[in-house]
């Protein structure tokens, strides 16, 4: 039942594999939001206006201050696999730790996750 934040990116493959996750959390969740940006993304995460973001292919520069507001409002980042987010990881995954365990759950065999 949550309001989930994504963006597909730029490459066609990785916006398939992302509308194949939103596909298998669907319909169990109150709605979506393509942002187009990956730091507004974060910061909604962090605000709590989103209670999950996702992204599987960023640069540093995409999310550099998002993992700081994520982590000081007392969220949780990892990477598409479930490891710690990085500065320097691609994917990123964000929101309070029960929430990353789910989604990390529900997507579990998805080519997103690979």
């Given amino acids: ?16 594999m992302t509308l194949e996750v939103v596909g298998k959390l669907w319909p169990a969740l109150q709605g979506l939001r393509l942002t187009g940006s990956s730091s507004l993304g974060l910061a909604y995460a962090a605000a709590g206006r989103f209670d999950i ?27 598409h696999g479930g490891g710690p987010g990085a500065l320097h990881k691609e994917s990123v995954v964000a929101s309070s730790r029960r929430i990353v365990d789910e989604f990390l759950k529900a997507t579990e065999g998805l080519a997103w996750r690979r």
């Avoid at 550099?64 to 990477?79: I, Q, R």
């Fill in 53 to 79: 973001y996702f992204h599987h292919r960023l640069f540093p520069w995409d999310i550099a201050a998002g993992l700081l507001l994520v982590k000081e409002a007392g969220g949780v980042v990892v990477d």
């Fill in 1 to 16: 039942q949550c309001l989930i934040g994504f963006d597909l990116g730029y490459a066609d493959d990785m916006g398939r």
